[in-house]
């Protein structure tokens, strides 16, 4: 089992719509949690930081978690077609930070 | 501010020569990490520095690869010699608390 998953994608939705992304991780002691989202050729770039179970909203993205289901989402409301990318979930535990392999996202015009 | 600083940007060399990267992070950022990404997947952990110290490099192949960060600031990260399986992307990536910010990396690419 892989210590951070994602669903692989490809997600396709159109503009307007919200995308909804989702990650489950296995270290249960885990304690904090990011979204990272990355272009084609381009590094990842931190989006979304979220520590404690609940919800946690910054302009038109909302990270969600949950630590007993070891399940953390994002999602994009409003989806623009720039918002078109990889998403990366990200799990740290005392700086070792491990990730997923990315959920593809497209927004179609 | 700077962000962390990589370079070089591309390189390409022949399999079994030796190649170099460095990385400079953001200034004050103590942990240091070297991941490899390959393609349709993120980036995997190579080794992390905490200042000077390597803390954890259970995943670098020790037997090509090697990394060093001297005095605590900046990285260098080293394979000699090279195999075609190391085509990838290297990217360095710097924290100060949990928040980690990436270099732009670098895209190595073995003949």
């Known amino acids: 089992q892989k210590e951070v998953e994602q669903n692989s994608g490809p997600l396709s939705v159109p503009e307007g719509a919200i995308a909804s992304l989702n990650c489950t991780y296995s270290?249960?002691?885990?304690?904090?949690f990011f979204w990272y989202r990355q272009y084609s050729g381009k590094s990842p770039e931190l989006i979304m930081s979220?520590?404690?179970?609940g919800d946690k909203e910054d302009g038109r993205f909302t990270a969600q978690l949950n630590k007993a289901s070891q399940y953390v989402s994002l999602l994009i409301r409003d989806s623009q077609p720039s918002d078109s990318a990889t998403y990366l979930c990200?799990?740290?535990?005392?700086?070792?930070?491990?990730f997923g392999a990315g959920t593809r996202l497209t927004v179609k015009p | 501010e700077a962000g962390v600083v990589q370079s070089p940007r591309y390189k390409i060399i022949e399999k079994k020569q030796p190649v170099a990267f460095w990385c400079n992070p953001i200034?004050?950022?103590?942990?240091l990490y070297w991941y490899l990404q390959n393609l349709g997947q993120g980036p995997e952990l190579l080794i992390r520095?905490?200042?000077?110290?390597?803390?954890?490099d259970s995943q670098l192949p020790k037997d090509r690869f090697s990394a060093e960060r001297l005095k605590g600031v900046d990285s260098t990260l080293k394979i000699q010699p090279a195999e075609l399986g190391d085509s990838a992307v290297y990217l360095c990536?710097?924290?100060?608390?949990?928040?980690?910010?990436f270099g732009p990396g670098t895209r190595l690419t073995v003949l």
């Open positions: 990536a710097s924290t100060q608390g949990d928040e980690q910010f």
């Open positions: 270290d249960r002691v885990s304690q904090s």
């Open positions: 979220i520590y404690s179970n």
């Open positions: 990200a799990v740290n535990n005392n700086n070792d930070m491990r």
């Open positions: 200034s004050g950022h103590n942990t």
């Open positions: 520095y905490e200042n000077e110290e390597a803390v954890d």
